[in-house]
Each structure stands twice: as C-alpha cells, then as structure tokens.
C-alpha cells in the first residue's frame, strides 16, 4: 500500500505500516493513501489508534494538554511506560524543567556556540572533499550533529559510535520490549557515570548544569537528571542526523539549487527553513485523558492518538505546493518541531547545525549528485531514518 506522496525518496507518511481506515465517524472498509485519508482516522494496527494528519488538527491536539496528554506515548499502550523529563510531563508541571534548559538552547546560548560548530563543520566535510565520493550518512549526517551533541554534553568523543549505536538500536526496537529494556538500561548505565564524573570534575558543560541548575528552589534529583539527560542523548544522537540525511538527498538532486547555494551563501538559511519543512521525522504520540470533539471525530478517554507531525507541514491548505521544495518559499510556521508547550527544545541548535554544515558543505563541493547503482536504506517508526546516502562529486583539482 502506498502510505503517502513522495519527494525523491522520502515518504512523508511512513511513519508505520499502516493498514489505512478512514475515522470512525466516517467508516470505510477499502484502505486509502494516506495523503487521500481524511485529517483524523483509525487505524486497528497496534492496537488500535487515532492518526492526525493535517496542520490544525494536528496543532489542537499538541496544544491541548487537558485532554490529550503526553505522560503515555507508547503505541500500543504498555503497563509501564517510559518516563521521560520534561517530555512525559504536562503543564505546568514540564516548564520548571523547559526553564532549566533554555540557558543551554536558546538562541543567545545556540549563537555563541556557533564558532565551534562551524570547527566541526569544516573538519568533517574537510576528511571527505578530496575522496570525490562519501556515504553522506556515515562520514557526515552520523558524525556532525552527534560530536556537537557530545560535546555540549562534555562527554567523550572517542566514544561517538558506541553511544550513536545505542541510540540508532533503541529506535530500531521500538517494538521488542526485551532489547528496548537492554538499550535503555545501557543508556542509563552511560548517563549514570557521567553524572558521577560531573560532580567530581565539573565542566560548565551541559550534564554539570543540569546537576547545579534552580529548579523550582531547588536542585534536580539524579533520577530527575537521568530522565532529562535521556530524553536529549536519543534526540542528539538521532534526530538532526535524519533530517540532514532526508535534507542532503534532496538537495543531491536539484543541481539549480545548489548552484543557487553556491552563487549565493546568503540563500542558505532559507535551504534550511524549506528542508527543515519538508523532512520532519519525529511523529509524537498523546493519550486521550479527557473526551474532546475535533471536527465529526469524537477522542474517547484512554484511547491513543499518533500525530504524524511531517504529514501536518505538507497540508495544502497550509502550503502551496507542499511537497515541492521551494527555495523562494516564504517563511511560515510548521510542526517538524512540534508546537505548544512541548516545542522542541532543540529547535534552535538544529537549525543552526544545519545551517552551518550546509555553509561549509557547498564552499568545499558546491556541485555533488547521488552516486547510482548503490542502495540506499531507510528506517520507519517514531523517528524516521534514512541509513545510507552515497553521494559523488567531482573532485577538487
């Protein structure tokens, strides 16, 4: 079955193999695209869940923490869900916590780490420039936004792949309860022992921030700290590393643009606003606590609701042509990032990371395509992934 329109590549709607029904209230035996399914619609799959699709039902649901909350999002529903701070909290109980962390990620703190990820920038792209070809994924995409994470984390850089490892295999068994237990534990078990370091030999980095910072008049807990540090290891570790991959393979196949970016640098950050739309993929789930009526769809307490937030920033409604990629596109809001009080925290450092590594990218290999006859492999579920991206480009004289 097809599970959504595509942009070279990147199914929008692949967020799960999906046996598609429309909703409830419109009940219909045949399976439709997801791009034909209405904006909110069952599917019986694991378990039985809501799927919100479109841009304002998407954004009711994310920002009604009343009736739709996020202390479960495991789909299906498990007796003991994962506890994640602030992720698993509503409000107002996460913005103690949100408050903690905005010294760390907002744009004054995100602006004056810029220098650095400029170094690591170059220093990446710069191994592979004179190679002529690279898989995009494992020497950039996996690398960059991974050693900036590390290193605001003050951890140690000379285990990036076991910690990337860790984080790619906890998205890869989202639905082996046994391995995900083992991951977890492991990240947990890494998390624990930098917490020790920190107190012993402080660094101003974020771990030691995160043991010292004024929480509500106090300070955190080290379960508190382990459920915050979790949560920004896998969205480290993963997340930017997928958008750059989905934003990279794009861009791989459109040589006007990247002559644009080249002739042009200044057009770079609106690259990024455009790839940053189009390759969300992170979908989030809520529970529904409280009954609430959207549209002729009807949330019964104790249901579950997946909104597939990458599918949301290509509403027509929202966006001409939404799932062309459009350099010129005026600036508007869009849900890669979430919305409401559960915003991404990382917002602004992955924008920035982005960015910067497309900067140096098109000064080094201002022309570079997809290397053919090599596969590329991808990874659907809570996060998508693409694994693999092999790309060439002529090589320097």
């Known amino acids: 079955m097809r599970l959504g329109r595509r942009l070279h590549g990147y199914s929008c ?14 009940r219909n035996p045949d399976p439709v695209t997801l791009a034909d399914a209405p904006d909110i619609f069952w599917t019986p799959q694991n378990g039985g869940h809501w799927i919100v699709k479109g841009f304002e039902a998407i954004t009711q649901v994310v920002t009604d923490p009343e009736h739709f909350s996020v202390r479960e999002m495991q789909i299906p529903r498990v007796e003991n869900p994962p506890f994640f701070i602030p992720l698993s909290l ?10 903690a962390m905005i010294p760390m990620f907002g744009p004054v703190a995100i602006k004056a780490l810029e220098p650095r990820i400029r170094e690591w920038a170059a220093q990446i792209v710069d191994r592979v420039v004179a190679n002529g070809a690279c898989d995009f994924q494992a020497e950039v995409a996996k690398l960059f936004p991974v050693t900036v994470f590390m290193e605001l984390m003050g951890m140690d850089l000379s285990r990036l792949q076991e910690f990337r490892a860790l ?12 391995e995900l237990g083992r ?4 990240i947990l078990g890494t998390l624990k022992a930098l917490i020790d370091e920190k107190r012993a030999n402080p660094d101003g980095k974020l771990m030691s921030h995160f043991i010292t910072v004024d929480v509500g008049g106090r300070q955190m807990s080290e ?15 993963d997340t930017v590393t997928n958008v750059t991959g989905f934003a990279y393979q794009q861009l ?11 002739a042009d640098p200044t057009l770079i950050p609106a690259f990024t606003d455009e790839a940053v739309r189009l390759f969300g993929v992170v979908n989030t789930p809520r529970l529904v606590v409280k009954e609430r009526q959207i549209g002729d769809v009807q949330f019964s307490e104790g249901e579950m609701v997946l909104n597939v937030l990458c599918v949301g920033s290509r509403d027509p409604r929202r966006f001409d042509a939404p799932n062309t990629f459009n350099l010129d596109r005026k600036r508007a ?16 450092l992955g924008r920035a990371e982005l960015r910067i590594l497309t900067e140096e990218w098109i000064k080094r290999v201002p022309s570079f395509r997809i290397k053919s006859g090599e596969p ?19 090589r320097p004289n």
């Open 13 to 26: 709607g692949a967020a799960a193999r999906l046996g598609l029904r429309t909703g409830r209230a419109r």
């Open 90 to 99: 509503d409000p107002p109980e996460n913005l103690p916590y949100r408050q």
């Open 167 to 178: 984080a790619e295999g906890f998205f890869e068994n989202q639905n082996n309860a046994a």
């Open 183 to 186: 991951l977890s534990g492991l």
């Open 223 to 237: 379960d508190e700290i382990l459920a915050m540090s979790f949560v920004l290891f896998l969205g480290g570790m």
């Open 252 to 262: 791989a196949q459109m040589p006007e643009v990247q002559a644009r970016l080249a």
């Open 333 to 348: 809001q869009h849900l890669t990032f979430s919305s409401g009080p559960h915003l991404c925290i990382g917002h602004v």
């Open 376 to 394: 590329r492999r991808f990874r659907i579920g809570t996060v998508m992934a693409l694994e693999t991206l092999p790309l060439e480009w002529d």
